[in-house]
C-alpha cells in the first residue's frame, strides 16, 4: 500500500487489493465521484478559450512529493505509480466509472469468455498489436513473461510479490499471447497482474533491462522507456520532471505537447503557485488545507472517494492493548465526527471497518462503536481500570498510559493528537506523542521501521487498496511482521478462515459474504478504528480539460485526453 504523503509521508508498500472478483469486471459498479468548483469557474472541464497564464498543451503539475526514482517496482512513494500513469502501460486501467479499461491487453479474462480455466489455475490473455516501446522496439508476451520474472528476482527490491508469487510460469506461444499458470487459484489475481492492483506494477522492456542482475540502481529508474503517451525526457531528484508526447501512442498522439511535474513540499507554496498560475493541478492535495486551497479563484475543485482508509492502529501484542475493552473504549471515547469535521473540513467520509461505502464488498448493515464517554468509562470500570486522585486510571499498579505516533510534520497528525489527547484524558487515558521521520515510521522490519518493528502502542496511518477488496496482508495472523503488513499483531483464526475463502472464491457473492463478516469482526474487535475513509483533494485550473479522476489506486488513468 502506497500513503500519500499529504496524509502520511511515505507509502507503507501498497499491499491489500480492493475488490472484484475473477471473473467479474468492475462495470456494474456506480461512479461515485464528486467535482466541486470553486469562485469564478465555469463548469468543470475549463472554461471557453484559455486564460493568458495558461501554457496551451502544456500541464504544469504538483504535489508535495518528490518521486524517489520512476519506477514502480522498486519505488517507494504513491507519487511514482501517479507519474507512471503518463509514460508507463499496464494491462488494465480503472476509469472514473470502476469500468475495466484494457490498455496493454485486448479484454479482461473471465471465465465467460475463456480467458479463465474452469479450475482457476490458467488465465491467458490476448495483448494488443502494433505497441511500441518509446525507442521503437515492438512490445509483446516476452515483456510480460519477463517482467514477472523481474518481480521474483530476488536481487530486486520490489515493494511487494503478491499474486506473482503463485505463479508456477508464463508460457508466450506467440507475441499476443501470455499464457500464466498458478499454482493455485488466487480470486484476485486479475485484479493484481500488471494493473490497479494494492502494488501496481506496469510492465517493463525484456529488450532494455534483462541485461542487468537487478534493477535497484540503474539509469532507467530516473529516464524510464515505456508505453505510455509521453516520453520522459529529464529528471534528477529534487527538480521538474519533463515528459513530451508521444508521437507513436497506440492510441494516437496525446492533446497533451508536454507535461511538467515539480515536488513543492510545502502546502503553502503550493497554494501560492495554483493562485499566481504556475501550477496548472495540485493533485492529492491535503484535506487540512481544504479551506484555503479549495477558494482559489478560476480553479475547480475536484474530491473523489478513493479506496483508501485512515486509522488508528492498536498495537494488541501490548499489554494494555492486548486487553478488547480497552480498544473498545478508546472507540467509544473518540468523536470521529468531530475528528472529520475539524481536522479534515468534512473532505472525508465517515465509515466503519475496511472497505469503502461506494464499493461492492462493504456490508451495508455494519454496526458502527458510537461515540459515548459515559460508556467508554463504564466498559474501563468493568474492565478493572479505576480513576486514581490525578484523573488517569490503573490497573494493577499499572496506569493507563499510551504512546502514539505519528509522522513528522504531519498537520493531520497534530492536529489529530492534541483532539484525542483531551477526548481520551477526559474519560481516564492519558496519551503521549511521538513524532518519527516518515522515511523511519514506514521503513521495512529490517531496516527498524516503527510500524514494521512495533515500537508504538497507537499508530496513526492511512491503508490504500487497489481494485480487489483483499487486504489480507493486513489482519491474518500470517501478515504479521516481517511476513506482511499486520503491524497491530492481530490474531483471530475467524478472520484468518474468512479471508481464505474470499481469495479461493471466483464467486462475488461468497466473497462478499465473507469480507461482510470479517468487517463485522473487525469493527466488534477493534484492532484498528477507522477514523475516516479519504476522498482526493485536486485542485485544477479552469482551463483543464477532461481530467477524470479516479477511484483506485491513483486518481491519472486517461492522461493521454488531458488537454489545456
Known sequence: MRVPPSENGRRVKRLGFLAVALAIALGACTRVATTQSGPGTDAPGGAAGRHPWTRPGVLRLASLSDPDNLSPMIGAYQIDVDLSMFWAGYLFNYDDNNNVVPELATELPTLENGGISRDGLTITYHLRKGVTWHDGAPFGADDVKFSWQAIMNPNNDVQSRIGYDIIASIDTPDPQTAVVKLKKPFAPFVNTFFTMGATPIPVYPKHLLAQYPDLNRIPYNSKPVGTGPFIVKEWHR????????????????????EVQYRAIPDENTLTTSVRTHEIDLWSNASSANYTTASNIPDTHVYLTPFTQF?????????????????????????????????ITYGVNILGEGDQPAFFWAHDAELKSLPFDPAKARDTLDAAGWRIGADGIRSKNGQPLRLEMVITTGNAVGNRLSVLLQSAWKDVGVELEIKQYASALMFAGYGAGGILQTGKFDIASFSWVNGVDPDDSTLFTSA???????????????????????????????????????????LVDQVPELTTWFQRRFDVASVDLKNYKPSHVVTTFWNTWEYDI
Do not use: C
Open 238 to 257: 529534487g527538480q521538474t520532471l519533463r515528459m513530451v508526447a508521444n508521437p507513436h501512442y497506440w492510441r494516437g498522439a496525446p492533446k497533451l505537447k
Open 310 to 342: 485512515s486509522m488508528l492502529g492498536f498495537n494488541v501484542s501490548r499489554p494494555i492493548l492486548s486487553e478488547v475493552q480497552v480498544r473498545r473504549a478508546l472507540a467509544f471515547a473518540t468523536d470521529r465526527k468531530r475528528l472529520l469535521d475539524t
Open 479 to 521: 501478515a504479521i511482521p516481517p511476513h506482511g503488513y499486520n503491524q497491530f499483531r492481530y490474531r483471530n483464526p475467524e478472520v484468518d478462515a474468512q479471508e481464505r475463502i474470499a481469495l479461493a472464491s471466483n464467486d462475488r457473492a461468497v466473497r462478499k459474504k465473507a469480507y461482510a463478516r470479517i468487517q463485522e469482526i
